[in-house]
C-alpha cells in the first residue's frame, strides 16, 4: 500500500500505522493508497482508497496498558476486561462511532456531487495499543472479541479492528483485503485521479504506480464483477452492471431502455425514460425458428466439405478451441499462468494476498502451497503443493477480459475477479485478493 503524507501525524498511534503500513510487504501487502492526514475532510486521521472501496480510518490509542478482551458496545464507552479504555475523543458522544459516522455521511455526498457517481465510504476505527501493552504475554494483550481480530459495531456499519505495529495486524489487513469486494463498486485510475482533484492534492501517483497498486485503467461503464462462486454482482441501480465511481452517467438498463444519443457530461439523466417498443408476440420467435433451420440444412454441405477437407479440424485458434493439444496462456496482468490440457488444467499464481488455507501435512516442507490450482476433466479443483511454480514461456498469451481458451471438456475465462476455470460441474477461480473452489 502506497502511503501519501498530506500533513504530519498528530499523535504516536496514528504515526505508528503510518509507519506500520510502509512494513506491509510480501505475504502482507495490500494494495491501494492511504492518505495520512487530508486536509479534506477536515478532521480525518486516514484516507484509505483500494480498487473496491473508500474508507476512513480513525485511529485511537489506548495511553494506558490495557489488556484483555475489548467491548465494542454502540451507545456506551467501550471497555477491556471491564476497565474504560479512556480514549481520546474529539466529538460527541461515548465512543468513536459517532465521530466517524458523521465523516463518512458527509464525505460521501460531497464525492457524489463532485460527479463520483456511486461512490461509497466505509468506516473503520483502529484501536492502537501502547508500547506497554504490546510487552504484555500474547493471551494477555488487547484483542476483540471475533478470533478474526474485525468486527462490525452492532446497528452501525462501522468496523473495528485491534492494532499493534508488527505484531496485531490481521484485523486490519482482513478488512482492507475485503472492503468493499462485494458491494459492487470499483474504483478505476480516472476515479482515483477525480478523488485527488477534489482532495486538492497535487501528488497523485502516476498512472504506472496506480497499476502496481491493483488499480485498473478503466473499469468501464458496463463492466461485470462477479462474486467467489461466479454469480454476477449488482450495482444499486442497475442488475447487470457495477456502479464505477467516475465521470459518467450509468443509466438503469430498463426492458426496452435505449441509451441517449448525447449524454449528460455531468451524468444529468434524461427526462424522461424511453417506452419499451411493443413485442410481436410469439410470431417472430417462430419465424426466427424456421429461418435457422433452413439456413442449417443449407450450410452442411458446406461445413461438411470443408471439415473433410481440413482433415476433420477446424481452425481453433479463432475461438479460442483446443480440440487435443496443450495451450499457455496468462491473465491480463501476467501475474497467474496457466496450462490446459484434455485431461486438466493447472494454473500458477506468482503474488497472492488473500489468507492461505491450512496446509496440509504433505505439503508443509514446500513452498508453494496456495499458490497452485488443477482442474481435471472430471472430478472437483484442488489446491496442489509442486516442488516448483511454473512460469510463462516468453510467447505465451496474456488474455483479455473476456477471453476464453477452451481444451476438451475444460472452459477457462479471462474475468476482472480473476482466471476462472471449470469442466461443466466443478471449478477454481483465482486472482491476486482471493480464490475459490467447487
Known sequence: ??????????????????????????????????IAQPTTPSGVDFLVVTPYACTIVEIKGVTRAARGVVDIPAGSAWKANGEDLNLHLTGE????????????????????QDHLEGAY??????????????AHEESERLRLRDESGLATVADTRV??????????????????????????SVWDIPAVHQLF???????????????????????????????????????????????????????????????????????????TWPKPKKSHGPLRAVLLTVMVLMFALLAWPAIWIALDANGGSSNAAEDGT?????????????????????????????????????TPARCQSKPNWGHVFV???????????????RTAPA???????????????????????????????????TDRLRYDTW
Request: hydrophobic content about 30%; glycine content about 10%; aromatic content about 8%.
Open 375 to 389: 482442474l481435471d476433466a472430471q472430478g472437483t479443483a484442488r489446491l496442489e503443493c509442486p516442488a516448483t511454480r
Open 93 to 112: 458522544g461515548p465512543n468513536p462511532i459517532g465521530q466517524v459516522q458523521k465523516y463518512a455521511r458527509s464525505f460521501g455526498p460531497r464525492l457524489r
Open 121 to 134: 465510504v466505509d468506516s473503520l476505527v483502529l484501536i492502537v495499543q501502547s508500547r506497554e501493552a504490546q
Open 322 to 358: 483446443a480440440a487435443n493439444s496443450a495451450t499457455t496462456f496468462l491473465s491480463p496482468d501476467r501475474n497467474t499462468v496457466c496450462l490446459a490440457t484434455t485431461a486438466s488444467v493447472r494454473c500458477d499464481s506468482t503474488s497472492v494476498t488473500y489468507d492461505m488455507p491450512s
Open 159 to 184: 468496523n473495528v479492528a485491534v492494532y499493534a505495529r508488527g505484531q496485531n495486524i490481521k484485523g486490519a489487513l482482513k478488512y482492507f483485503r475485503q472492503a468493499g469486494l462485494y458491494r459492487g
Open 197 to 271: 482533484e477534489i482532495l486538492e492534492i497535487d501528488s497523485c501517483p502516476t498512472e504506472q504506480e496506480l497499476l502496481d497498486e491493483g488499480f485498473e485503467r478503466d473499469a468501464g461503464a458496463y463492466s461485470v464483477r462477479y462474486d467467489r462462486r461466479g454469480t454476477a454482482l449488482t450495482g444499486a441501480s442497475d442488475p447487470t452492471t457495477v456502479i464505477v465511481p467516475r465521470r459518467a452517467y450509468v443509466p438503469p438498463r430498463q426492458p426496452g431502455y435505449q441509451a441517449p444519443s448525447t449524454p449528460s457530461p455531468y451524468g444529468n439523466p434524461p427526462s
Open 1 to 34: 500500500m502506497r502511503l501519501i503524507r498530506v500533513n504530519a501525524c498528530d499523535s504516536w498511534s496514528e504515526e505508528e500505522f503510518a509507519s506500520g503500513l510502509e512494513e506491509w510487504v510480501g505475504e502482507d501487502a495490500v494494495p491501494g493508497i492511504a
Open 395 to 429: 510467447a505465451a498469451q496474456s488474455l483479455g477480459y473476456g477471453d476464453r481458451r477452451t481444451v476438451g471438456f475444460i472452459t477457462c475465462v479471462s474475468e476482472r475477479s480473476g482466471i476462472r476455470c471449470s469442466n461443466g460441474g466443478h471449478g477454481f477461480q
